[in-house]
């Protein structure tokens, strides 16, 4: 059975997002680090060649 969502108050939410800070890349050599480099997201489109 899936656990149910639970709904966070603004200011518990706010207290993560300042706390939070982006994991470590899993590739930093090779060609799977150029393409998490270089790729834009999905909504865009995930090309590689967008570098604006």
Same mark, same amino acid.
Do not use: C, E, N, Y
């Given at each position: 059975?899936? $656990?149910?969502?639970?709904r966070?108050?603004d200011d518990?939410? /706010?207290?993560?997002?300042? !706390?939070?800070?982006?994991p *470590? $890349?899993?590739?930093?050599r090779?060609?799977q680090a150029k393409? /998490?480099?270089?790729?834009? !997201?999905?909504?865009?489109? *995930?090309v590689?060649?967008d570098?604006?």
């Open positions: 059975m899936r $656990p149910q969502a639970q966070l108050g518990i939410i /706010a207290k993560r997002r300042a !706390t939070w800070t982006a *470590a $890349p899993r590739h930093t090779g060609v393409f /998490a480099f270089d790729a834009s !997201t999905a909504s865009k489109g *995930a590689l060649d570098h604006a």
